[in-house]
């Protein structure tokens, strides 16, 4: 096991966060081919452990290797392969993580989430979500003859044990990838036949992928920085047989190109599913909670607010402008809904923390303004 200990003392030292950590281990793995299977498994799980939790163990006087075995454990993640890499290092039985150590302290949390509850949450990865879209039937029996347990979070949200392989098993038309407190934000849309919809900042088109599914026959135009990621929105679109939305490249922090994009003709609804930290997502991306820097707040804030104000000046009177942010941070959130009020004139009509955590779900923050 010696070796593993070289290759898992190399990753931290390497590694600083410029890359998804998933992306990283792919690229470290393949200098390395000679690590089997079970060993790229055990030094993923011993790297994910670390930046979940190393912060909370530091300062004890602990060794690396009691470290790691300490995060492994505060994990969950602890077994009989570990108990073998282990068996040399004394790690204490007794020993509980200051979790409030996990993130610095003075970055004020959304109202309906505890810092205590958040910064525990970062120990377990959540589940899988995926969004039912027909034929619940044939993908129980498909889970059900792999083995793989489900249970119902609503009556089209299924949570699934996280990196469960379903993407060979179930047929893609029949269900989305997508977790559960995001497809909670579909009850927000309402939408009706013939409405226009803008989605401002549309990514991938999970949101827009609700907002058609729900109602096949709305106008729809999505808009994003980068054209790749459009690309990837439109074979989506294409995947599950919906009509296709007119989709522009466009920043939605440029008031000229989001009214360019409106042509004149206000839109009855607008989605503006904010850049942002991504707080609420950490659970599955731990290292960004190891690196991140508590200044890039303010900076997001000043971004999510210029969208949404220019979002707001393309809507027709009365109608509704959708602001989402998967963070938990207030500044992301209830203060930039604040700085929409006073520049636009709108009024909140609904606003809140979606708060995942009790159903091993991500969290997320939405508003409704008119």
Request: charge should be neutral; glycine fraction near 8%; proline fraction near 4%.
């Amino acid at each position: 096991m010696r070796y593993l200990w070289l290759h898992i003392t190399a990753i931290i030292e390497q590694y600083a966060g410029e890359l998804p950590l998933t992306h990283y281990l792919r690229g470290y793995f393949k200098r390395f081919p000679v690590l089997g299977s079970r060993d790229r498994r055990m030094l993923s799980t011993l790297a994910y452990c670390w930046y979940r939790a190393a912060k909370g163990v530091a300062g004890g006087g602990y060794t690396r290797e009691q470290q790691l075995g300490l995060c492994l454990r505060l994990c969950g993640a602890w077994d009989e392969r570990f108990a073998r890499m282990f068996a040399d290092v004394d790690i204490p039985d007794d020993v509980t993580i200051d979790v409030q150590r996990l993130f610095p302290d003075g970055v004020a949390l959304s109202r309906g989430i505890t810092r205590e509850e958040w910064l525990t949450s970062m120990l377990r990865q959540p589940d899988l979500f995926i969004r039912v879209r027909r034929n619940r039937q044939q993908i129980e029996g498909l889970l059900q003859q792999a083995g793989i347990s489900y249970r119902y979070v609503t009556e089209n949200c299924m949570a699934l044990p996280n990196g469960a392989a379903i993407d060979k098993l179930l047929p893609q038309a029949v269900y989305v990838v997508q977790d559960a407190s995001s497809q909670a934000t579909g009850r927000l849309l309402d939408a009706k036949t013939g409405e226009r919809w803008y989605d401002c900042c549309c990514g991938a088109g999970g949101k827009s992928l609700m907002l058609v599914d729900s109602c096949p026959h709305v106008l729809l135009t999505a808009s994003d920085r980068r054209a790749t990621i459009l690309n990837n929105l439109r074979e989506r679109f294409r995947m599950y047989s919906l009509p296709m939305p007119l989709t522009v490249v466009a920043d939605a922090a440029d008031a000229v190109q989001v009214q360019r994009i409106a042509g004149g003709r206000p839109f009855d609804n607008i989605i503006a599913d904010v850049p942002c930290t991504g707080s609420g997502t950490w659970a599955r991306t731990p290292e960004q909670l190891y690196f991140f820097d508590a200044g890039k707040v303010a900076e997001l804030a000043v971004l999510q607010s210029r969208i949404a104000v220019n979002a707001a000046a393309a809507l027709r009177p009365g109608g509704r402008l959708i602001y989402i942010t998967c963070s938990v941070f207030r500044q992301e959130n209830e203060d930039v809904v604040q700085a929409i009020v006073a520049e636009t004139g709108l009024k909140v009509v609904h606003e809140g923390l979606i708060n995942g955590i009790d159903i091993a779900a991500d969290c997320m923050y939405a508003a409704v303004l008119q």
